[in-house]
């Protein structure tokens, strides 16, 4: 594919071109905006109990469900104390891990058990509830795309035209 851009007005072109190495150099606008995309995805996942995606959340063992009805918690998996979805979908969590550095995000839960929720052990099924799917991270890249060609939105160009 072969594509001519005629442009009037170079400076304004040249401008343009400046700005999306601005914005390249400084990505944390778009960090933040894919932060937000994971915490939403988040909710669904827990919402669907780890369905979202394919699969889901192997089911709580009877014993482990009659316990938590004894104890008035939470009967949805994951979801006993509350503790654990909030560290994931709420940014006024103390909790929650959401870190950027450039192009890199570090995005989690500082929970103690945490982890053996994430990838499981000898007592308790791995229960992946941050588990991002291709889409989930094409739509990320767009994000990022968006962001740093932000400078070049259709009709950002007076007099430019395109062949």
Known sequence: MRMTIEAYGHKEVSHKFRRVGIQAMKPKPAMEKIIDRMIEIEKTTFDSQGHRGGGSWRALSPGWAARKAAMGRDARI??????????????????????????????????????????????????????????????????????????????????????
């Open 78 to 163: 994951l979801r006993s104390t509350g503790a654990l979805y909030r560290s994931l979908t709420s940014k006024q969590s103390s909790n929650m891990i959401r870190e950027t550095e450039g192009f890199t995000i570090k995005f989690g839960s500082k929970l103690p058990y945490a982890a053996r929720h994430q990838h499981g052990d000898d007592r308790i099924p791995q229960r992946k509830y941050i588990d991002f799917t291709r889409t989930d991270v094409q739509g990320f890249s767009r994000i990022v795309i968006r962001h740093i060609t932000s400078p070049f939105k259709v009709g950002s160009v007076k007099g430019a035209r395109s062949r």
